[in-house]
């Protein structure tokens, strides 16, 4: 499985390499296209909803345009029912006899008092026998529609008219006819209820229509009963000629270029249409209106979240070439000030940098300041081996005993520099300096060495030089003190107070020949607890010989110490 990753990622790190080495652009680019990332699914989605919400209106609204032109043909339908239903109950109220017209008109009139129909009835010569719209008695012509009249009397059963213009009213007018028998057994007259085609102007009244939205009633020959587009005029031919032709139902129809949706409704008693019509364009002006709108606000939105992001990307460029000026400023180990910036995270970078700068400020100055310490305290081993060597000379030794003498004063100095070196910054502990110079002298029985003081921290210049005394201290005790037998002892002990720093070497159990003593020239030891001790730090010395060893009393300044001498609890 691991080889196959493996490989997996070889093959596909050189396309991301190109793909990196392509894509590589500012981070305006990157912002920008994040937020189109963002903004585009977004748009599109809005898109899909708003299709989808007014799609749904439309169906809405198509259902409502069918249900108002079914509910216009119903009305319609129930106006011609009622006035065939009249008709039928006049030509059952008395026959048609010539003598008793004015009867008959009284009668008609009544009945007809408080409706929107007035009665005619008219023979085979389309003569008018009355007209209850003028006074019974009054010159009558020809009645106005013919046509009608001969299809009446042809199919003997009830017709209803086309629109026309009535000659009596001098208004568009609609009849229904209905042929009956005379006394004498003929179909020779037509009983005829005769209504303003104004009258059904209410049915069609833009109040029950949805906006932008007009309906025509329209008869059987194409002219235009009542609409309520006062543009659309009645007795005219509808003005889309292929509207009879128009199935039932929703569709669309084109006149003069202009397009239209239709909503119709065929009424099988009258033989009439029911047209609802409006503009294409108006019917798709609001969701036109708001896809423009969405895309706008799109744009706009899109427009301001491109700005923001120019600006913001703008602000992290000049953040991050400040941080860039910074970063060569502490290359060239300059220093640097914090900067303050809008963006939180470039001004956390900034105090970094100022924080990195000063760290390695300090880091610089302490090794600059240890490479003089270095150069100090190689100077001044050089120094002490120089001395070393001049008083291992002057011992008179052979040349065995010089190599071995001068080899174990290297050793111990090299004792006391490790010990330096690894507590360069905290000091050297002067248990452990003791420890560690005189591991090497101390006997099969450890309790014939004993230290004992405080636990003390000293510079490193002054543990290097009490490190060379005790080492020679040692040396002399090995060679004639009371490290040379099988039974001598050796206490060192040291003690701090406010003014110095006492230490006490005392030798016990020693075999000391006190003339020998007193006659032998000072060794090499002795001078290094003289010179280096009394010239370098400042100690005052005492030594004093007793019947079974020596001891020696060393006393330090305080301010010799640099200051770097601590007592630890």
Do not use: C
């Amino acid at each position: 499985m691991s080889d196959r990753q493996d490989k997996q990622s070889e093959l596909s790190a050189p396309w991301t390499a190109l793909l990196r080495s392509r894509l590589r652009g500012p981070l305006s680019f990157y912002l920008t296209a994040l937020l189109l990332v963002a903004i585009v699914p977004s748009f599109v989605f809005s898109m899909i909803i708003l299709k989808r919400s007014i799609d749904e209106q439309e169906r809405v609204v198509t259902a409502l345009l069918k249900g108002t032109t079914g509910a216009v043909t119903r009305v319609v339908e129930r106006e011609i029912d009622g006035m065939l239903t009249t008709l039928k109950v006049l030509s059952t109220a008395s026959a048609i006899d010539d003598r008793k017209l004015d009867q008959f008109y009284e009668r008609a009139s009544s009945a007809l008092a408080d409706t929107d129909s007035n009665l005619l009835v008219i023979d085979r010569a389309h003569d008018q026998l009355f007209n209850t719209r003028v006074p019974f008695g009054s010159a009558l012509g020809k009645a106005s529609d013919p046509a009608s009249i001969d299809q009446a009397f042809r199919n003997g059963s009830p017709l209803i008219s086309n629109v026309f213009f009535g000659k009596t009213v001098k208004k568009w007018v609609f009849n229904v006819y209905l042929p009956i028998t005379t006394p004498l057994g003929n179909k020779d007259y037509l009983l005829t209820l005769t209504q303003n085609a104004e009258n059904l102007s209410k049915a069609v009244s833009k109040d029950v229509l949805s906006p932008g939205w007009n309906a025509a009633l329209v008869d059987g020959a194409g002219n235009v009963i009542a609409s309520s587009d006062p543009a659309v005029a009645v007795g005219k031919p509808f003005f889309m000629d292929i509207v009879p032709a128009l199935r039932v139902g929703v569709g669309e129809a084109t006149n003069d270029g202009v397009s239209y949706r239709t909503v119709t409704e065929f009424s099988v008693l009258a033989g009439w249409k029911v047209v609802a019509w409006a503009k294409s364009a108006d019917v798709d002006a609001p969701a036109l209106w708001s896809y423009l709108w969405l895309s706008l606000g799109g744009i706009l939105f899109a427009g301001i979240a491109v700005a923001g992001s120019v600006t913001i990307a703008g602000l992290l460029t000049q953040g991050v070439t400040v941080l860039a000026r910074d970063a060569h400023l502490l290359g060239a180990g300059r220093p640097i000030a914090p900067r303050k910036h809008m963006i939180s995270e470039i001004e956390t970078v900034s105090t970094a940098l100022a924080e990195a700068a000063q760290a390695r400020r300090k880091a610089e100055n302490e090794i600059r300041f240890l490479m003089r310490e270095v150069a100090h305290r190689s100077k001044n081993q050089l120094s002490v081996i120089q001395s070393m060597l001049n008083q291992s000379l002057n011992a008179g030794e052979g040349r065995a005993d010089f190599a071995e003498a001068f080899r174990k004063r290297i050793a111990g100095l090299a004792r006391s520099t490790d010990l330096m070196i690894a507590n360069a910054t905290q000091g050297v502990d002067f248990q452990e300096l003791a420890q560690n110079q005189l591991q090497p002298f101390i006997p099969d029985d450890p309790q014939r060495v004993r230290l004992s003081g405080p636990s003390v921290r000293l510079d490193a210049q002054v543990s290097q030089t009490l490190g060379m005394a005790l080492h020679e201290l040692a040396t002399n005790a090995t060679k004639y003190g009371a490290l040379g037998n099988s039974k001598g002892t050796v206490d060192l002990t040291w003690s701090v107070t406010d003014a110095a720093f006492q230490l006490v070497w005392r030798e016990a159990g020693a075999v000391i020949d006190a003339d020998a003593v007193a006659t032998t020239r000072k060794g090499f030891g002795t001078i290094v607890l003289e010179r280096m001790l009394g010239m370098a730090l400042d100690a005052k010395l005492e030594r004093i010989m007793h019947a079974d060893g020596i001891e020696w009393r060393v006393t330090i300044p305080q301010e010799r110490l640099k200051a770097n001498l601590s007592v630890q609890s």
